[in-house]
């Protein structure tokens, strides 16, 4: 498994004042992705001119992530499990979700951090 991006995902029930701060900082909106998941979310990918990024998703609640890209999902899922990650209590996102262009699960540390482990699956046929 290789890892292809590191960076927070911040989830939140208004994004766009999240998203208006990281402007602010210095960064630009670089992609955006609608309809995920069983609420119809929308991700904003966002970066600054030293290459930092930023994600910014719309959700319920208020979450602060890493978001970790991989090359293959079920060996980065299989790996944190084997150092005591599990899937999340709440129902909602305790699965893993395919948005057709990327699948993406998000996992919890034994100390309570949250990794959503993500892969592109677009060019893939």
Do not use: C
């Not at 970790?68 to 990650?85: C, P, R, S």
């Not at 209590?89 to 699960?105: A, L, N, P, Q, Y």
């Amino acid at each position: 498994m290789k890892i292809t991006t590191f960076n927070p995902l911040i989830i939140t029930e208004d994004p766009e004042s999240a998203i208006a701060l990281f402007e602010e900082l210095g960064f630009e909106r670089r992609h955006t992705k609608t309809g995920i998941g069983d609420h119809d979310n929308t991700d904003v990918r966002m970066e600054d001119a030293n290459g930092f990024h930023v994600d910014v998703a719309q959700g319920d609640g208020e979450w602060t992530m890493i978001r970790m890209n991989v090359d293959n999902i079920d060996e980065a899922i299989e790996l944190l499990t084997k150092h005591g990650f599990r899937k999340p209590r709440r129902e909602s996102v305790s699965k893993k979700v395919d948005t057709g262009s990327s699948k993406f699960m998000m996992m919890v540390s034994p100390s309570g951090y949250i990794v959503t482990v993500s892969e592109h699956t677009k060019d893939r046929d």
